[in-house]
């Protein structure tokens, strides 16, 4: 993936956010943004066991998961 001038990736799939793309949208490393992401609530068993595959948000874009998990 590349990014646009606002320095934004953007989504090949909508739903399909990996957590390089939510740093990025923070602009902090993955694993801040792994630490935020669970600070936020974010948790599961699909996160813990798959921390560096894709996650799965239906409806959702890297803006979002930020936005809606990512406090701080």
Do not use: C, W
């Amino acid at each position: 993936m590349t990014e646009t001038e606002t320095g934004r990736v953007p989504q090949t799939r909508k739903g399909l956010v990996t957590v390089t793309e939510i740093a990025r949208q923070m602009g902090v490393s993955a694993n801040t943004a792994r630490r935020r992401l669970e600070a936020g609530g974010l948790t599961g068993k699909r996160f813990d066991e798959h921390r560096t595959a894709p996650l799965y948000f239906p409806e959702k874009s890297a803006a979002k998961v930020v936005r809606d998990y990512a406090s701080g």
